[in-house]
């Protein structure tokens, strides 16, 4: 396993932004954007791990667009009911100095979003088990 610290770390990571969103989900105190950055950050991080074990190399990016078209160049079929991690991708870097635009504010759909998360994590987890036996 050529990148196994990497993937374990990443994983980790991500784990731990997961993390955040629990314990924030329901803090009123806790604003939307906050909460899709760690969002954000929890879906980049799955889908780095998953390339390095597909083998392929990724640019520094928070584009969750650009990450999932990797995965899909590595001829893996991304779940349709996932593709909605790609709208997180503002939050990164956007939302995390900015406010989300009144004109486009409508909360964040806190338990929507961490069901998302949740099923990539099995996505992501189920393929790099699959993958085990494979160079990556």
Request: glycine share 6%; aromatic share 6%.
């Amino acid at each position: 396993m050529k990148h196994g610290k990497k993937i374990e770390l990443l994983l980790k990571k991500a784990a731990e932004d997961e993390y955040i969103l629990d314990k924030i989900s329901s803090d009123a105190n806790a604003s939307d954007e906050i909460f899709g950055f760690h969002a954000q950050q929890a879906a980049e991080k799955l889908l780095k791990a998953l390339l390095l074990k597909l083998g392929s190399s990724y640019a520094q990016t928070h584009r969750i667009a650009e990450l999932v078209d990797l995965v899909k160049q590595k001829g893996v079929a991304f779940p349709e009911k996932l593709e909605d991690i790609i709208d997180l991708t503002p939050f990164a870097v956007i939302f995390r100095y900015d406010s989300i635009p009144e004109e486009n504010q409508q909360p964040v759909d806190r338990l929507r979003l961490r069901g998302l998360l949740k099923e990539l994590r099995k996505w992501v987890e189920s393929l790099l088990k699959n993958q085990s036996g494979k160079q990556g």
